[in-house]
């Protein structure tokens, strides 16, 4: 490829040039490769630089091509499970009885946290999720990221992924890196497809209909259209709790069988649309837009209530709760709990069955319950622009690019099967909560400009600078009065709130908002015809903690044709989000084996400033990276080692026990604070340093062979992370969690084998050892089956495709096509509270296999 700019005509250099600015991407030249397209095209990104989009090999920083080919070769229509199979250092994991990370899973990039990747849209930046990871598993605790999983293959070109710090050039979250969604924008063709699947269980049946379509928009403008329609059902790895079986055991007629199930949700309607839209305006000007919409409704279980022994709404301790509804606690005593089925002690039948006043939530739910999370989740963005040269004056042959956009994401919450139990017998008719939602909504006004400045070197200077403007909020809205009230048995020892996820108060009910304003200037050029220089500048005002300003430093070297260097070095941040710094929130968590009610307070609350909370502020960090490129015919292979240092990480803080001293601090500025006593609190805070090391390896090699034509494929990552400083609120086990949570070897090998009729794919997917867990329970119940070291494993996913004709394709393929089992927990304490066979934070599904049939239709 040749390295100036000279040598291109005058529009392919427009294009180039006014799609590289802060907010915008000139898709139709970042090429995908796949099957409709020639082998010989070259990769182009346009992340990582805001020269011209370069190739793969020339760029200065690592960076990853995927095309939507590649991508769809999965048995997952998840975009965040096909990202996984192809990237090995991007981790996500199923997260079952996690509140609504259960429907919004967090990731993670070179084993930082969901949030500490940015990412784009067409080179825009992505809204965030209104959904924060309460329970993230150690990494992503408290984790507020965009939802990826909206966007679907159907939709996408390709992604480019830029696996190095970024946030001199884009600004917050790009700490580990940027993703960078580019859609399709074709003026003709598109495709239909549909694709059935479920588990070799016989469960998590799914169905996807999806469907793309270009169409003319004048004589050169475009609108690409693409639809994507899904349904799964439930799945269930699940075992019969002990203490349920018990419960049957003794008498009690009303247990189901499992009493709680552990797996994967049930989706119902997941509906997404994606339009990208460009009208030339002529004189070298360009008119875009492109967004969304998407809504989907997901319903998954929480742990079960166990009439015995669920305390704050069976029990205090060894007694049986019992509430009295006309106020008189002293005509309703609590019953102590003699035998293993309290429904045939004596004292129960003439105290409260058979008493009006005096009541226990036996004479609801004899069998204990288990509530079920409903949430609803609708994503909305949409961004427009215009583009193009500026002819004449100081600025001739410069070009420009001016836009706005918007993007919203909503998350409903609606519990069934519960009960607050402050209410007592006074419950909804069907034990249903609308529990309230969260909002977050974003805004950004982008001004770029770049320019070739001629210094006397090898090749123009390109020199980029650019304006920004953010705005970001957060919103709670209450639900509806049952969800929080406090009712009349709420001084007699019962939880307030819908159980399970309670819902949010009056109080809690508001928008919190931040602005920002940001400048970059950014230079890059070859110096010589050998060497790549270049520099980023960024300067940020937050309205919230104040300005920050980072840099970037990149360079390469071509030793030979085939070899070259590379090296960069940045300094980074990450704003807190405004959901971190204002979110409240009750669930129901798991502590030292026993179901607690934990509330989620923002850090400057009087409950946090008491246990010391204070104001957010931005996390900091530093990256080097050294690589390698060589490429010689058909063999590429990129190595890059890196360095990330990362210090006031903000995160959730572990459970904090609120105790009588805290109440009497409390006192006439928290209302009712005794209603806190004996529970657990947390906030958000500032806490502790990591550093994560790691290398990538990339190779391709494509020969002839088997009389068609073969592309070997290997990515391997190595990356761990090491927490220097822990600080004040991040206990041992959650630095094992860190450290050793996501497996520090990743590795990927593909093998595609093309026919004229038939082709075919078989990838095994590598993971190394790592921390088996569950949910946040400590590393000193290990012995009781909580959490081990588990050891590596290997999975093999496969394809065959049958080219019925130009237009009509049939598939069939499995992923984990041998059924390799994921870590079994240990039969002892974990084994019966989870009801469920596996660990929650294995590195792949633990489902097991699932085989799925395709039919597409292009045209």
């Known amino acids: ?49 805001r020269a011209a989009p370069r190739s793969v090999a020339e760029s200065p920083v690592p960076i990853d091509i995927i095309g939507a080919d590649e991508l769809s070769k999965n048995g997952s229509s998840d975009m965040l499970d096909q990202l996984q199979a192809t990237i090995p250092s991007f981790n996500v994991r199923q997260q079952p009885i996690s509140d609504a990370a259960s429907f919004i899973r967090p990731v993670n990039l070179r084993g930082l946290s969901s949030d500490s990747t940015l990412i784009l849209l067409n080179g825009k930046r992505r809204h965030r999720a209104s959904v924060i990871a309460f329970q993230g598993g150690g990494v992503n605790d408290g984790a507020q ?7 679907p293959s159907v939709a996408l070109k390709q992604v480019e992924v830029l696996r190095d710090g970024a946030a001199a050039q884009y600004g917050s979250d790009a700490i580990a890196g940027v993703m960078n969604f580019v859609l399709k924008d074709s003026a003709d063709g598109g495709s239909v497809s549909v694709r059935h699947g479920e588990y070799y269980e016989g469960d998590g049946d799914q169905l996807v209909v999806d469907g793309n379509v270009g169409l003319p928009f004048t004589r050169d403008g475009s609108v690409n259209l693409s639809f994507q329609y899904k349904t799964a059902d439930a799945t269930s790895r699940s075992v019969q709790r002990p203490d349920a079986q ?23 309607d997941d509906l997404t649309l994606f339009g990208n839209v460009k009208l030339d305006l002529g004189d070298d000007k360009e008119f875009y837009m492109f967004g969304n919409y998407s809504d989907r409704v997901a319903t998954g279980g929480y742990y079960y209530r166990n009439p015995q022994n669920r305390g704050g709404v069976y029990t205090d301790e060894d007694m049986l709760l019992v509430g009295a509804m006309d106020g008189n606690a002293d005509a309703c005593p609590n019953i102590l709990i003699t035998s293993d089925n309290v429904l045939s002690q004596q004292n129960y039948i003439d105290n409260v069955q058979n008493n009006d006043n005096c009541w226990a939530f036996n004479e609801l739910f004899p069998g204990g319950y288990t509530p079920q999370f409903t949430g609803e989740i609708n994503d909305t963005s949409l961004t427009m622009g215009t583009k193009g040269e500026i002819k004449g004056g100081v600025l001739d042959g410069a070009f420009f690019d001016l836009s706005g956009s918007v993007g919203r994401n909503k998350s409903t919450y609606t519990l069934v099967d519960t009960v607050n139990p402050s209410l007592g017998a006074n419950q909804p008719d069907d034990n249903s909560f609308q529990a309230g ?27 980029a600078a650019g304006l920004e403007w953010r705005q970001e909020s957060f919103e709670i809205v209450s639900g509806e009065q049952a969800s929080w009230q406090q009712g009349p048995l709420a001084t007699q020892g019962f939880s307030v709130g819908s159980h399970g996820f309670a819902g949010f108060s009056p109080e809690a009910q508001g928008i919190s908002k931040r602005q920002s304003i940001a400048a970059y200037v950014d230079v890059e050029a070859y110096i010589t015809e050998d060497l790549l220089l270049g520099a980023a500048l960024r300067y940020e005002d937050f309205s919230s903690f104040g300005n920050t300003t980072n840099y970037k430093l990149t360079a390469q070297y071509s030793i030979t ?5 590379r090296a960069s070095h940045s300094t980074g941040f990450r704003a807190p989000t405004v959901g971190q710094a204002n979110v409240v929130n009750t669930q129901t968590s798991l502590v030292s084996g026993e179901l607690v009610q934990s509330a989620t307070f923002p850090p400057t609350h009087p409950v946090s400033t008491i246990k010391g909370g204070r104001e957010l502020s931005p996390e900091e960090s530093e990256s080097f990276a050294l690589g390698m490129v060589y490429q010689n015919g058909d063999f590429f292979m990129t190595i890059d080692a890196y360095s990330i240092e ?26 009712s604070p ?38 070997f494929s290997l990515a391997y990552n190595y990356n761990a992370t090491e927490v220097e400083d822990p600080g004040q609120f991040t206990s041992g086990f959650k630095v094992r969690r860190l450290e050793e949570g996501i497996p520090e070897h990743r590795a990927t090998f593909t093998m595609n084998q093309s026919w004229d009729y038939v082709s075919m794919f078989v990838r095994a997917n590598y993971f190394g050892e790592w921390f088996a867990t569950h949910a946040d329970e400590p590393d000193e119940f290990s012995s009781y089956g909580w959490s081990e070291t588990a050891g590596s494993s290997m999975t093999i996913d496969a394809e065959v495709s049958y080219f019925v004709n130009d237009n009509i394709t049939l598939s069939i393929g499995a992923n984990n096509i041998l059924d390799r089992e994921a870590q079994k927990l ?34």
């Open 246 to 268: 018990a419960l049957a055991d003794a008498g009690n007629m009303s247990i189901n069988s499992p009493a709680q199930t552990w797996g994967n949700p049930e989706i119902d």
């Open 1 to 49: 490829m040749n390295k100036t700019l000279n040598t291109l005509s005058k529009s392919v250099k427009y294009i180039l040039a006014a799609s590289v600015t802060t907010g915008s991407v000139t898709s139709s030249l970042a090429i995908a490769q796949d099957s409709s397209q020639t082998d010989n095209i070259e990769k182009i990104a346009v992340v990582g630089s």
């Open 646 to 671: 990362v210090s006031d990480r903000i995160a959730q803080t572990d459970k904090i026990d609120i105790v009588q001293a805290d109440v009497d601090a409390l006192q006439g500025v928290y209302p």
């Open 561 to 565: 044709d085939e070899l070259s260097l």
């Open 826 to 859: 240990q039969q002892g304490g974990a084994y019966g509270v989870v009801s469920g066979k596996y660990y929650e934070s294995g590195p792949f599904d633990y489902n097991g296999g699932f085989y799925y049939v395709k039919a597409s239709y292009t045209f």
């Open 145 to 151: 990221g965009p939802d990826i999983s909206v966007i």
């Open 437 to 463: 939602s969260y909002i977050q909504l974003e805004k950004a006004f982008n001004a770029d400009l770049t320019k070739g400045v001629d210094l006397g070197f090898y090749e123009p200077v390109n020199v």
């Open 674 to 711: 005794e209603l806190l006593l004996g529970g657990k609190i947390t906030f958000f805070a500032n806490d502790f340093d990591t550093k994560t090391q790691g290398i990538d390896v990339v190779a391709n090699y494509g020969m002839n062979l088997f009389e068609g034509t073969t592309k």
